[in-house]
């Protein structure tokens, strides 16, 4: 026991952090610095303002701008898997979901 990371506790101490006011101007100093893309696959939708060392490990962090990565959804829930604990997921099956991520854009870009 003890070694179950839950992801409802990181969530809960970002959580606090990403409340605050001081938290959308750095947002956005991160967004600028980082070109507005996913640092990690250069999305540049649904993107997310991620703690290189989370908030739970690192608290000093929290508003550190050298701590900070703009991710994209994917990315990020990708990232969060692996700090819980999880196992990432087999090759296959994260093709599978990148797969039907793109399909799902490509719909929404054909409807636009
Ligand atoms: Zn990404």
Redesign the pocket.
Known sequence: MGMNRKRSDYVAHSKKVTRGPRWKALRLQALDRDDW???????RRRLECDHIVPVRDRPDLSFTLSNLQI??????ARKTRLEVGHKPLPPNRQKWRDLLRDMQRNLIEQKG
Not at 37 to 43: I, K, L, N, S, Y
Not at 71 to 76: I, N, R, T
């Open positions: 893309q996913c640092v990690q696959c250069g999305e991710l994209c959804g994917s990315c990020h």
